[in-house]
């Protein structure tokens, strides 16, 4: 009977949503070169997500049975830092769901099969909406919820106000990317929103921690300043007091039932009129994106045509544009990547601002250039589409390595120019170090990627540390290590030989250890 009870109708709305929800486990399904592509997490996965599910529960008990319990009046400190704390999950949630929506909407290529069956856009576009709910959802679900489940066992039933306060952000973050989206398929298009939504995500996901940087280095009197002219918003009759509709989340989240109440009502009015009012919209943009997935010669003319066949540059330059190209025309690589460069934004300000703090600013410098040049040389090198090819043209192999080499470097030298110029200016001995650390560091992560990476495709950026541990274990230590020349060199001259020589330690690894590479 339960069997049966739990059936669902094929084609109805909450079939395809069961549907959805289990192809938001499956996108979670290791990849591997030379393996069938497997559905859904592996056993081990599934226990070590249970096990850090159970521990995160240890941890919330350790920390809450000291805690006194919640009162209905929650003290106005603690509702404004929850509420920031909201805040910055929200901007996950906001990120993590343009990405989603990307993915949904232009990159699984079933839309153009659901819209041809019986069932009306409306459902289909609610459905898909949803799902992009669930996915997520479940993950801010499963970290923060053990808050809740400990709460309830402790007797303090106001911390079950979690669960509503989760659903209703992630309701209305979902319905924000959605709307963001589609506004972006209108104006710019549909290959242009692929790349603009995800460097859309990757700032906003990153955009508290650059904000919260920048604010930590504008100095100690224009910090003063600014929370000076701030501070009053939150004062008793100020426009961000206690009392502000601002909190209403917050006040949510310690379980006050007319702000749940209110809360959940705001988002799910926003999830309807997102979904009544832009559906018509959504299947315009899928027969877009279908359209443009079918075109076979492209756009231009004979413009594009001699566009095409123009060969003035040399090979070692034409091998470099075509690698940035590439890269250009990918917005997923293009998010990831930019990820790493905006973190790398707020050394330059400790770098222009401080000069007690160069040493272990500039060796941070150095081993996030390294990481960078390890994640391009990775894209060029081992997810190259076309190796086979490359090795029959008639063309030196080194000269092929070279240029694709180039071409991962040249962007991030040009990208911490200026901070090298200005060390060499501050500090001459000191820039030359940085400059030199830095060189060698790019050039261990590109050696051990070509002695070790493995031939992948680029959707596996993401889990290439999964699926390489190898080469991502000795790119690493080798960042770390010239990382610390600068610290070491500077504060304890004697030992700069021990990362010299885990460096090299690492690079003899990898060679010995390298795989054949058909390039």
Not at 333 to 356: E, G, R, T
């Amino acid at each position: 009977m339960m069997a049966a009870w739990l059936k669902l109708k094929p084609g109805s709305a909450i079939w395809l949503l069961a549907h959805e929800c289990r192809l938001a486990f499956y996108d979670m399904g290791e990849s591997k070169p030379g393996r069938k592509a497997a559905r859904g997490m592996s056993v081990f996965g599934m226990w070590l997500i249970g096990f850090m599910y159970l521990s995160v529960h240890v941890g919330a008990w350790l920390l809450m049975r000291k805690m006194p319990p919640l009162q209905e009046a929650v003290p106005a400190p603690l509702l404004m830092g929850a509420g920031i704390v909201m805040l910055v999950v929200f901007s996950f949630m906001l990120s993590l769901g343009l990405t989603r929506s990307v993915h949904a909407l232009f990159e699984r290529g079933d839309l153009d099969l659901l819209l041809s069956s019986p069932l009306s856009s409306k459902t289909i576009f609610k459905v898909r909406l949803t799902g992009i709910i669930f996915s997520v959802g479940i993950w801010f679900f499963a970290w923060l919820t053990p808050v809740a489940n400990v709460g309830l066992i402790l007797g303090q039933w106001r911390w079950l106000g979690i669960y509503p306060a989760l659903l209703a952000m992630t309701v209305l973050a979902t319905a924000l990317a959605m709307l963001l989206t589609l506004a972006l398929v209108k104006s710019l298009g549909v290959r242009k929103t692929k790349t603009v939504a995800q460097i859309l995500g990757a700032l906003t996901g990153a955009g508290m921690f650059i904000i919260s940087q920048l604010f930590g280095n504008l100095g100690k009197e224009m910090r003063d300043g600014v929370l000076q002219h701030i501070m009053p918003w939150f004062q008793p009759g100020g426009a961000l007091d206690a009392d502000s509709l601002v909190w209403t989340p917050a006040r949510a989240l310690f379980g006050s039932p007319t702000a749940i109440t209110g809360f959940l009502l705001f988002s799910g009015l926003i999830y309807w009129l997102t979904a009544q009012s832009t559906h018509r919209f959504f299947v315009t943009g899928v027969q877009q994106a279908v359209g443009q997935q079918r075109k076979a010669i492209p756009a231009g003319g004979q413009k594009a045509a001699q566009h095409a066949t123009r060969f003035g540059r040399s090979l070692r330059a034409t091998i470099i544009v075509k690698e940035w190209r590439l890269i250009a025309r990918d917005p997923n690589l293009i998010s990831q990547v930019l990820l790493q460069l905006l973190y790398i934004a707020p050394l330059f300000f400790l770098i222009f601002k401080s000069k007690a703090l160069l040493p272990g600013v500039a060796s941070g410098l150095v081993f996030l250039a390294a990481s960078l040049a390890g994640s391009l040389i990775w894209i060029i090198i081992a997810a190259e589409d076309a190796p086979d090819l490359l090795q029959a043209a008639p063309v030196k192999p080194n000269l092929i390595l070279t240029s694709k080499l180039l071409a991962a470097v040249l962007p991030i030298l040009m990208l911490i120019l200026p901070a090298l110029l200005w060390l060499l200016i501050q500090q001459f001995l000191l820039g030359l170090a940085v400059i030199a650390c830095t060189l060698a560091a790019m050039l261990s992560s590109a050696l051990v990627h070509l002695w070790q990476s493995k031939p992948a495709n680029r959707a596996q950026f993401n889990k290439r540390g999964q699926t390489q541990l190898m080469s991502n274990l000795l790119e690493a230590a080798t960042s770390f290590s010239w990382a610390a020349c600068i610290v070491v060199g500077m504060l304890y001259g004697v030992w700069l030989a021990v990362p010299l020589s885990t460096a090299a330690l690492a690079l003899g690894i990898a060679w010995f250890f390298r795989i054949e590479r058909n390039l």
